[in-house]
């Protein structure tokens, strides 16, 4: 594991070796049961190898947006914030107080905004008010969106917010969104 995460611990390593390295380590998430002990162990080898500090100094490094790299990133995140308490804490230390999700939401990318809303809504908890985004944006993704599941995501999100941080009375969703794009979803949720 220390040979094949040797390039990635590099700031400067060359994009398309950081991609397939993340890839590469997300396999056994596809071959082994979620229930095995092998992909215990697996997720325990890349917490004690401090694979999520790893992956986020790549996300936080300033550069060009990279679509790819940043959702096989997120992706392998999210399934160690599934697998593993542990990982859940080491995310939030490394991403506390600073705008990752505020950040994150702003991409044009209905997969990264989906798994970023995923990751977020595991944290949530864990996560100080500085690193929380913003109502608005959730809003906004309510607003724009022709994808269900974002809408969805981002309503449950809006909701844990509120609990945590009343929005601000400008916040609010319109009567019009809210029937357009919140009652569909909500429908959808109390029929399955």
């Given at each position: 594991?220390?040979?094949?995460?040797?390039?990635i611990?590099?700031?400067?390593?060359?994009?398309?070796?950081?991609?397939?390295?993340?890839?590469?380590l997300s396999?056994?998430?596809?071959?082994l049961?979620?229930?095995?002990?092998?992909?215990?162990?697996?997720?325990?080898?890349?917490?004690?190898?401090?694979?999520?500090?790893?992956?986020?100094m790549?996300?936080?490094?300033?550069e060009?947006i990279?679509?790819?790299k940043?959702?096989?990133?997120?992706?392998?995140?999210l399934?160690?914030?599934?697998?593993?308490?542990?990982?859940?804490?080491?995310?939030?230390?490394?991403?506390?107080?600073?705008?990752?999700?505020?950040?994150l939401?702003?991409?044009?990318s209905?997969?990264i905004?989906?798994?970023s809303?995923?990751?977020?809504?595991?944290?949530?908890?864990h996560?100080?008010?500085?690193?929380?985004?913003?109502?608005?944006?959730l809003?906004e993704?309510?607003?724009?969106?022709?994808?269900?599941?974002?809408?969805?995501?981002?309503?449950?999100?809006?909701i844990?917010?509120?609990?945590?941080?009343p929005?601000?009375?400008?916040?609010?969703?319109?009567?019009?969104?809210?029937?357009?794009?919140?009652?569909?979803v909500?429908?959808?949720?109390?029929?399955?």
């Amino acid at each position: 594991l220390e040979m094949i995460l040797m390039p990635i611990n590099d700031e400067n390593v060359n994009r398309e070796i950081l991609c397939r390295t993340v890839k590469l380590l997300s396999l056994p998430f596809i071959s082994l049961s979620t229930e095995s002990q092998e992909c215990d162990s697996y997720v325990g080898s890349l917490m004690d190898a401090n694979v999520p500090k790893i992956l986020l100094m790549h996300l936080k490094t300033p550069e060009e947006i990279d679509f790819e790299k940043t959702d096989v990133i997120l992706q392998l995140l999210l399934r160690l914030a599934l697998r593993h308490s542990k990982a859940c804490e080491d995310i939030t230390v490394e991403i506390n107080n600073n705008c990752f999700f505020q950040d994150l939401l702003q991409y044009e990318s209905d997969d990264i905004k989906d798994t970023s809303l995923c990751l977020l809504l595991k944290l949530l908890p864990h996560l100080n008010e500085d690193s929380l985004p913003d109502h608005e944006t959730l809003i906004e993704i309510i607003r724009k969106s022709d994808n269900s599941d974002l809408v969805e995501k981002s309503m449950l999100c809006m909701i844990q917010l509120q609990l945590r941080k009343p929005a601000n009375p400008t916040a609010d969703i319109s009567k019009q969104i809210f029937t357009d794009r919140c009652l569909p979803v909500l429908d959808n949720l109390t029929v399955t």
